[in-house]
């Protein structure tokens, strides 16, 4: 069962008290071996606020603190994102983080050769909002004034990615058209376990694409999965999470615990 935490809760005092216990037992497992532990954090929506425009997304100061806290003490803190990693590095603004973009492509040779077919199909695309990565594609519509309306229009797009043999996914308020490779935040946490032998993990996610790096900490001897949830988040992140937040204020108050 999730433990929830950062939620309106009544009555405050009594209850805020008690989740802060059970929350402290449940990442109790992790937080007894730092050096034989590995740290996990998606960006986007977990270390930084989701904002209008992504270019603007910054990692708040006293999260940035947490972080070079965590840094010295466990033996792997890595930032795992569908950003690419220098623009990663860039918002979260900390040295000595590992950090792997683009959803684990950074780490696959063969996505390179799809980067430039797929950057040639998105300069096709009549759309106003559309992020170039060195790998990938991503249409945003958290701008448009009609959500519901951009997303329609952006299903043909999806279906002709398809068709040029590219893979489609949709996250919050984007589409992504990525290299059909075997790829995610999953094959990235788990080839960065393997790289480091660490048996012990957290990992903390707000979207589709972490439901691959809660999974990638299946079997190991220690495992906290934390969902950062909001109305925009798939329900099925909270209900595969053992640690629920409500925002990513609580995420770093959750943090400064380890
Ligand atoms: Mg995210």
Do not use: N
């Amino acid at each position: 069962m999730s433990t929830i935490v950062g939620r309106s809760a009544r009555p405050r005092v009594a209850r805020r008290a008690l989740l802060t216990v059970r929350v402290v037992d449940g990442l109790q497992s992790i937080t007894a071996d730092p050096g034989g532990t590995a740290l996990f954090f998606d960006v986007d929506g977990v270390l930084a606020p989701i904002v209008e425009r992504p270019e603007d997304a910054r990692v708040p100061t006293p999260t940035r603190r947490a972080l070079e806290a965590l840094r010295d003490r466990y033996a792997l803190v890595a930032c795992v994102t569908g950003r690419p990693s220098e623009v990663a590095r860039g918002i979260v603004g900390v040295e000595g983080l590992t950090y792997v973009g683009e959803h684990g492509l950074e780490l696959d040779p063969d996505a390179r050769d799809w980067a430039e077919r797929i950057h040639g199909f998105a300069v096709e695309v009549p759309w106003s909002d559309i992020e170039v990565k060195p790998l990938s594609v991503a249409f945003h519509y958290r701008t448009a004034p009609d959500p519901d309306a951009a997303r329609r229009e952006l299903e043909p797009v999806a279906a002709g990615a398809l068709d040029l043999g590219f893979r489609s996914r949709w996250g919050r308020m984007v589409l992504e058209v990525l290299p059909p490779v075997e790829a995610s935040k999953g094959t990235a946490v788990r080839r960065l376990l393997e790289q480091s032998g660490l048996r012990r993990a957290l990992y903390a996610g707000d979207d589709t694409t972490d439901l691959d790096g809660f999974a990638a900490l299946d079997g190991l001897d220690a495992a906290v999965r934390v969902a950062v949830v909001s109305a925009e988040g798939p329900a099925e992140l909270g209900e595969r999470a053992d640690v629920i937040v409500g925002s990513t204020e609580s995420f770093r108050e959750l943090i400064e615990q380890l």
